[in-house]
């Protein structure tokens, strides 16, 4: 892959990550309760659409310090039977919300550190979960875990839940670096986690690795990717780190000066990007890798590939509804977060209503724009018939503005045109983020300042 550090010196700027359109920052608390109940109704009356559930489970034990999420650093165990307490509240409050008809075709414990609670406690919600809603016989069931947090009886207690997806948190297994983001832990603990869950019969393993952090060099970021490799999991997501102290104070822990310089990160990229699809990966989206006949890998080629607030997805045409303190829904017309202080999300729970702090409506424009963001994201290509005929407008002529802003991308080799369509060439992949910028009317608007794109 031939990329000019030139054009990550022009392209690094600030930019979302389109895990959502519009983002999180232009949600407004002007969308409360009385909206989000009347989508929820609205959205109940077609009673075979499928869901996805999502649970928040905020708690660790310790601050990795590069971390993004919405978490609660204790050391007090006994917090999370409270909390679980108010989850099953508020899992009965979206219960009779739904129609008992609609299937659950996923389910994601994120957070934090869902490992945090206990193996009684993980089969405490999941029983609760499964008398709660119905599931679909091929649903996917995802746990995020940390191998520092976790034990067998963890793992076996999700088995028994049903839980066939892992996600396990890696980063980088340089000790240095380790130490100075604040999360050690070594290849061998990783290795006998994965042992257990090769073991309890899991379909799939992801590992989340993060390039970007301190003292990390494209040589010792190499040697990590070689201990993955023997690791051999199904799917692996490396994240650019997204350094925000403005928005999360405690990466001011994290040294500036030990950041690898944009040029160092590129060359990690490439190693990434030329180590893994060398070794039988297919490179997904903007930031995952999965085997070849995994079924994102057969997605990304049959253009179904989604993308939401847990990264990458097959499953389309799904409503998300999401519990636990700050989590985010997503419906067709709306995004609904739940307060992210816990003490308001108690009492919202206590009085019995949903514990909605802020959200947005959709307008056609936004779902017509969120539709071609995300096909950007997912697919590397914009066909402007298909585009024109899935969102009922004259492609060319809705988007006559903003593709006059894709000239410099053009000259710059990040994309070609054709008469029908955008393809985003292999050094263009890098830059999505910044070509899909070019479709959001609200990045003007935005006093957001984002992570850097690259
Ligand atoms: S374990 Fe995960 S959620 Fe918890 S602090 Fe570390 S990165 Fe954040």
Same mark, same amino acid.
């Given at each position: 892959?031939?990329?000019?550090?030139?054009?990550?010196?022009?392209?690094?700027?600030?930019?979302?990550?389109?895990?959502?359109?519009?983002?999180?920052?232009?949600?407004?608390?002007?969308?409360?309760?009385? /909206?989000?109940?009347?989508?929820?109704?609205?959205?109940?009356?077609?009673?075979?659409?499928?869901?996805?559930?999502?649970?928040?489970?905020? =708690?660790?034990?310790?601050?990795?310090?590069?971390?993004?999420?919405?978490?609660?650093?204790?050391?007090?165990?006994?917090?999370?039977?409270?909390?679980?307490?108010?989850? #099953?509240?508020?899992?009965?409050?979206?219960?009779?919300?739904?129609?008992?008809?609609?299937?659950?075709?996923?389910?994601?414990?994120?957070?934090?550190?869902?490992?945090?609670?206990?193996?009684?406690?993980?089969?405490?919600?999941?029983?609760?979960?499964?008398?709660? #809603?119905? =599931?679909?016989?091929?649903? /996917?069931?995802?746990?995020?875990?940390?191998?520092?947090?976790?034990?067998?009886?963890?793992?076996?207690?999700?088995?028994?839940?049903?839980?066939?997806?892992?996600?396990?948190?890696?980063?980088? #297994?340089?000790?240095?670096?380790?130490?100075?983001?604040?999360?050690?832990?070594?290849?061998?603990?990783?290795?006998?986690?994965?042992?257990?869950?090769?073991?309890?019969? =899991?379909?799939?393993?992801?590992?989340?690795?993060?390039?970007?952090?301190?003292?990390?060099?494209?040589?010792? =970021?190499?040697?990590?990717?070689?201990?993955?490799?023997?690791?051999?999991?199904?799917?692996?997501?490396?994240?650019?780190?997204?350094?925000?102290?403005?928005?999360?104070?405690?990466?001011?822990?994290?040294?500036?000066?030990?950041?690898?310089?944009?040029?160092?990160?590129?060359?990690?990229?490439?190693?990434?990007?030329?180590?893994?699809?060398?070794?039988?990966?297919?490179?997904?989206?903007?930031?995952?890798?999965?085997?070849?006949?995994?079924?994102?890998?057969?997605?990304?080629?049959?253009?179904?590939?989604?993308?939401?607030?847990?990264?990458?997805?097959?499953?389309?045409?799904?409503?998300?509804?999401?519990?636990?303190?700050?989590?985010?829904?997503?419906?067709?017309?709306?995004?609904?977060?739940?307060?992210?202080?816990?003490?308001?999300?108690?009492?919202?729970?206590?009085?019995?209503?949903?514990?909605?702090?802020?959200?947005?409506?959709?307008? /056609?424009?936004?779902?017509?724009?969120?539709?071609?963001?995300?096909?950007?994201?997912?697919?590397?290509?914009?066909?402007?018939?298909?585009?024109?005929?899935?969102?009922?407008?004259? #492609?060319?002529?809705?988007?006559?503005?903003?593709?006059?802003?894709?000239?410099?991308?053009?000259?710059?080799?990040?994309?070609?045109?054709?008469?029908?369509?955008?393809?985003?060439?292999?050094?263009?992949?890098?830059?999505?983020?910044?070509?899909?910028?070019?479709?959001?009317?609200?990045?003007?608007?935005?006093?957001?300042?984002?992570?850097?794109?690259?």
């Amino acid at each position: 892959m031939q990329v000019d550090l030139n054009l990550i010196k022009k392209y690094n700027k600030p930019g979302p990550r389109y895990t959502s359109y519009p983002t999180v920052p232009h949600f407004s608390e002007s969308v409360g309760i009385n /909206e989000w109940e009347e989508q929820i109704r609205l959205n109940n009356q077609v009673n075979n659409r499928d869901l996805s559930l999502y649970f928040h489970l905020p =708690f660790c034990p310790s601050l990795c310090w590069f971390c993004g999420c919405t978490v609660v650093i204790t050391k007090r165990q006994d917090r999370t039977v409270e909390y679980l307490d108010y989850l #099953f509240t508020e899992i009965d409050l979206i219960k009779k919300r739904l129609h008992p008809n609609r299937k659950v075709v996923q389910l994601h414990f994120g957070g934090g550190t869902p490992t945090y609670l206990s193996p009684d406690q993980i089969l405490g919600l999941g029983e609760k979960i499964h008398r709660s #809603f119905t =599931f679909a016989h091929d649903s /996917e069931l995802g746990c995020e875990m940390d191998p520092r947090e976790i034990t067998k009886e963890h793992i076996n207690a999700l088995r028994e839940m049903g839980f066939n997806r892992a996600s396990m948190g890696v980063q980088d #297994f340089k000790p240095a670096v380790q130490k100075a983001v604040n999360r050690i832990h070594s290849k061998e603990m990783v290795k006998e986690v994965v042992d257990w869950i090769r073991e309890a019969g =899991f379909q799939s393993l992801n590992l989340d690795l993060i390039y970007g952090l301190p003292l990390q060099t494209p040589r010792s =970021f190499e040697k990590t990717l070689q201990d993955i490799l023997e690791i051999n999991p199904d799917r692996l997501a490396i994240f650019n780190y997204a350094h925000v102290p403005w928005m999360k104070p405690h990466q001011k822990l994290i040294k500036e000066s030990e950041l690898p310089s944009p040029g160092e990160k590129l060359d990690i990229l490439k190693i990434v990007i030329e180590t893994l699809t060398s070794s039988g990966y297919v490179y997904i989206g903007m930031d995952h890798f999965a085997k070849e006949n995994d079924e994102l890998a057969i997605a990304q080629q049959e253009k179904s590939l989604q993308r939401n607030f847990q990264g990458y997805s097959t499953k389309s045409g799904v409503d998300i509804y999401a519990m636990g303190m700050s989590s985010i829904s997503q419906l067709d017309f709306i995004y609904a977060q739940n307060f992210k202080d816990l003490p308001t999300y108690y009492n919202r729970i206590e009085k019995g209503v949903l514990p909605i702090e802020k959200g947005f409506i959709m307008s /056609e424009d936004d779902i017509t724009r969120r539709n071609v963001i995300m096909r950007l994201m997912c697919d590397m290509e914009l066909d402007y018939n298909v585009m024109s005929s899935q969102l009922g407008i004259d #492609f060319r002529s809705y988007f006559k503005s903003d593709l006059t802003k894709l000239d410099e991308f053009e000259t710059d080799g990040l994309l070609v045109r054709s008469q029908d369509k955008i393809t985003i060439t292999e050094e263009g992949r890098l830059f999505v983020r910044n070509i899909s910028m070019t479709f959001d009317a609200y990045l003007d608007k935005s006093q957001t300042r984002y992570s850097k794109t690259v």
